[in-house]
């Protein structure tokens, strides 16, 4: 499961200062919502083979952690209830459906999706951390490319 951390942080270290725009977070008080899209042809084939993502330059990938501050010097995963959409310009909407990685200490949801070469997609998120009844919105818009 460490495959799955080390393949995020490489895919993050090899993107192209254009593809990320800041760091991609968002903070809520004590939580950290941070969030990564890109395609699924870009995970490793392990890591890819491991949680059962099929590997396409057609399907797009999102990954979403949850942290906690204030329960150490560092921030901590944190659990949460994640649910979202997706659209693109014209309107177009899809419900993305996140599955749950537990690794020692850090904790993923992600979810897969359909997209169009080039289309600009709008992210409406909803995260409620373990332990509170608010829910937090988390939005961002995000090309995709198919690449080669």
Request: glycine share 8%; with cysteine; net charge neutral.
């Amino acid at each position: 499961m460490r495959l799955f951390l080390a393949s995020c942080l490489l895919l993050l270290t090899n993107l192209s200062f254009a593809d990320i725009q800041g760091e991609q977070k968002q903070v809520f008080g004590d939580y950290e919502v941070h969030f990564i899209g890109l395609t699924s042809s870009e995970l490793d084939k392990d890591v890819a083979k491991l949680y059962g993502i099929t590997r396409s330059r057609n399907i797009g990938f999102l990954n979403i952690s949850v942290l906690k501050k204030g329960l150490g010097p560092l921030p901590v995963a944190w659990n949460a209830k994640i649910e979202g959409t997706m659209s693109n310009l014209i309107g177009q909407s899809q419900t993305l459906s996140f599955t749950r990685v537990q690794e020692t200490s850090a904790l993923y949801f992600y979810s897969t999706f359909d997209f169009y070469d080039q289309d600009m997609y709008r992210f409406n998120l909803k995260v409620t951390p373990d332990g509170q009844t608010r829910a937090y919105d988390v939005n961002f818009s995000q090309r995709f490319y198919r690449g080669e």
